[in-house]
T-cell receptor, first 112, second 115 residues
Framework: DQQVKQNSPSLSVQEGRISILNCDYTNSMFDYFLWYKKYPAEGPTFLISISSIKDKNEDGRFTVFLNKSAKHLSLHIVPSQPGDSAVYFCAASGRRFQKLVFGTGTRLLVSP | KAGVTQTPRYLIKTRGQQVTLSCSPI?????VSWYQQTPGQGLQFLFEYFSETQRNKGNFPGRFSGRQFSNSRSEMNVSTLELGDSALYLCASSPDPLGSGNTIYFGEGSWLTVV
């Protein structure tokens, strides 16, 4: 039972354009969501997070949107850069769900 | 401030053997959690330790175990290795337990190959 789903295994975007990565979840006990970026042969690095009391959080080129009613979150990267090419994982946790559940990842390729 | 350190980075083991992986968290972090990454499966939660106590465990067989020491360093052990245990094992640390609304920080992982 995949509680956190990233239905797009890959995404290709041109440099300078917007990248939108999507994530859906099923467990209503999740109240904290995170995005991580992972390069090959490295551990995941934290990008941005959002609590369920918010619907948007922004940090530089990265913005995460949360739609609780749809149990959906998205990560927007604007403008996209070639160095953003990596695998992006969304993850979910919660006070009443004390694990961290990851999606299967979306591989983003930003071409010059 | 040093990051999360995992050792060894790479290792090859034979089926039936056992392996111990080590994780040193960021200084001051008391929560250590472990994850397995395999192709197409994302990162799967193994277990979390906080203040030397296992708080939660994922859906893995009993061959997977761990512990945490008083200095917050953690080890995970896999006994009777199977080919399917070949994966990247990631350790992460945070100041507070999972579910506290905190960010967790990952090490670079230990690549285990079982032959």
């Amino acid at each position: 039972d995949q509680q956190v789903k990233q239905n797009s295994p890959s995404l290709s975007v041109q440099e300078g354009r917007i990248s939108i990565l999507n994530c859906d979840y099923t467990n209503s006990m999740f109240d904290y969501f995170l995005w991580y970026k992972k390069y090959p042969a490295e551990g995941p690095t934290f990008l941005i997070s959002i609590s369920s009391i918010k619907d948007k959080n922004e940090d530089g080129r990265f913005t995460v949107f949360l739609n609780k009613s749809a149990k959906h979150l998205s990560l927007h990267i604007v403008p996209s850069q070639p160095g953003d090419s990596a695998v992006y994982f969304c993850a979910a946790s919660g006070r009443r769900f004390q694990k961290l559940v990851f999606g299967t990842g979306t591989r983003l390729l930003v071409s010059p | 401030k040093a990051g999360v350190t995992q050792t060894p980075r790479y290792l090859i083991k034979t089926r039936g053997q056992q392996v111990t992986l080590s994780c040193s968290p960021i200084s001051g972090h008391r929560s250590v959690s472990w994850y397995q990454q395999t192709p197409g499966q994302g990162l799967q939660f193994l277990f979390e330790y906080f203040s030397e106590t296992q708080r939660n465990k994922g859906n893995f067989p009993g061959r997977f175990s761990g512990r945490q020491f008083s200095n917050s360093r953690s080890e995970m052990n896999v006994s009777t290795l199977e080919l399917g245990d070949s994966a990247l094992y990631l350790c992460a640390s945070s100041p507070d337990p999972l579910g506290s609304g905190n960010t967790i920080y990952f090490g670079e992982g230990s690549w285990l190959t079982v032959v």
